[in-house]
């Protein structure tokens, strides 16, 4: 705790956040002190990781969810024989005994059977993990704000629960498992659980990088959601080292003491409407934010006043930014004056410009000597651009929060 950071993108930053009742919103997280951009607000190891989908197992080590080695046979569970370690020290560690004894099921086809699709597995694979955990754990869970009840259609807790229970021994099983605890948990997933994705190979198509993992965790899940955030979370899954699971949260740009902390729980580029369905579905609330506040009446004119054209246009310059032509836009918005495009400086500093990459850019962590990186790393496809290479607007550059 008390040794000199090692490594600055994953070096705790002290007690830069504090938990704070915000009205209308919950609690959040508050700046405890001024923060420079860049700076790691928060580095924090998961209570809970579970593999994405059965298919993960073959190809991330299911301890430390590192991308396995090419010949990987050597490090078989010796229990389940399903999945897969990176190294002695992570098979020591081994992985979920639940999710172990429920591969071990019929020869792991037991499993397969239950969750033929990759939107059962998920859930499954979750309740497999989290009725693993030691009982504080699994109450830190249970301590997290729940999810509104799922939409029709989605997979039904008490199926579920029925499939754990054929899935596990009962001796296995925590005394307070019920339908009601799966019930519980389940809405802990949804709305707080943390993808770790597939590792970015040039050339990928980003929009289909898959999550390989999921991971929860207690603090970072106070962070509450904005469509122009000030902060956003990495993760160096494939990293050397201890504590390559855990969330990193960064400081977009300098965050005065007592402004709220906020990330996006999304890519930055989703337009006005699929980001209030989402926001709406998953977390139960409507999206109020600077940004939001701005797009609803592009909204409103657009349904309202079919003849209204520049804000149509306005409509095409944000999805045209998204798509890459961020220059452009900015020239269109010429004299940075214009009052329904205010964040279009948001976009060009922030968004990763790797083709199809909607990852968010934030600077890397201050050096030793106090002076900034001025190098902007991707959260997604993990870019580093140099902040002289950054196409900005002097008029805009008035960025306040
Ligand atoms: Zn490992
Ligand atoms: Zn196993
Ligand atoms: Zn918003
Ligand atoms: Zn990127």
Not at 30 to 45: F, I, K, Q, T, Y
Not at 200 to 225: D, T
Not at 244 to 271: K, P, Q
Not at 286 to 296: A, G, M, P, T, V
Request: charged share 20%; glycine share 8%.
């Amino acid at each position: 705790m008390a040794s000199a950071p090692q490594n600055p993108t994953t070096a705790a930053a002290g007690d830069a956040l504090r938990v704070a009742d915000i009205p209308g919103r919950g609690r959040g997280l508050l700046a405890a002190r001024d923060v420079r951009e860049g700076e790691v607000l928060l580095s924090e190891p998961a209570v809970l990781l579970y593999p994405a989908t059965l298919a993960s197992l073959s190809s991330y080590c299911a301890a430390c969810f590192r991308s396995l080695p090419a010949a990987a046979a050597a490090a078989s569970c010796a229990s389940c024989r399903a999945a897969a370690f990176c190294s002695p020290a992570c098979a020591a560690a081994s992985h979920p005994r639940l999710l172990c004894a429920a591969l071990s099921h019929g020869g792991g086809a037991g499993l397969a059977a239950a969750a033929p699709t990759e939107a059962v597995q998920e859930p499954l694979l979750f309740l497999l993990c989290a009725y693993s955990l030691p009982e504080p754990s699994l109450g830190a869970i249970l301590s997290l704000s729940s999810a509104p009840p799922p939409p029709p259609g989605a997979q039904d807790a008490a199926t579920l629960h029925v499939a754990v229970a054929a899935l596990a021994p009962q001796h296995m099983l925590p005394a307070g498992f019920s339908p009601d605890l799966t019930v519980a948990l389940l809405a802990k997933d949804r709305g707080n659980s943390f993808a770790i994705m597939e590792p970015y190979r040039p050339g990928m198509l980003l929009e289909l990088l898959k999550a390989r993992a999921y991971a929860v965790y207690p603090r970072a899940s106070l962070f509450n959601h904005d469509c122009l955030p000030n902060a956003c979370h990495f993760d160096y899954a494939d990293r050397p080292g201890p504590g390559n699971t855990d969330i990193v949260v960064r400081a977009l740009h300098d965050i005065t003491e007592g402004r709220e902390v906020c990330i996006s729980y999304f890519a930055a580029n989703w337009r006005y409407t699929d980001r209030q369905r989402r926001l709406l579905e998953d977390y139960g609330f409507r999206c109020e934010c600077d940004r939001c506040q701005i797009e609803s009446r592009w909204k409103d004119d657009d349904d309202n006043n079919g003849d209204d054209a520049d804000d149509a246009m306005e409509e095409e310059g944000e999805e045209d930014g998204a798509d890459g032509g961020d220059d452009g836009m900015e020239e269109e918005d010429g004299t940075g004056a214009d009052d329904d495009f205010p964040h279009a400086y948001f976009f060009v500093r922030y968004l990763c410009d790797s083709e199809g990459c909607w990852g968010m850019l934030a600077p890397l962590p201050p050096l030793p000597n106090g002076e900034l990186s001025h190098v902007f790393e991707c959260n997604l496809c993990g870019k580093l651009r140099k902040e002289e290479d950054v196409v900005a607007d002097e008029g805009t550059t008035g960025m306040a929060h």
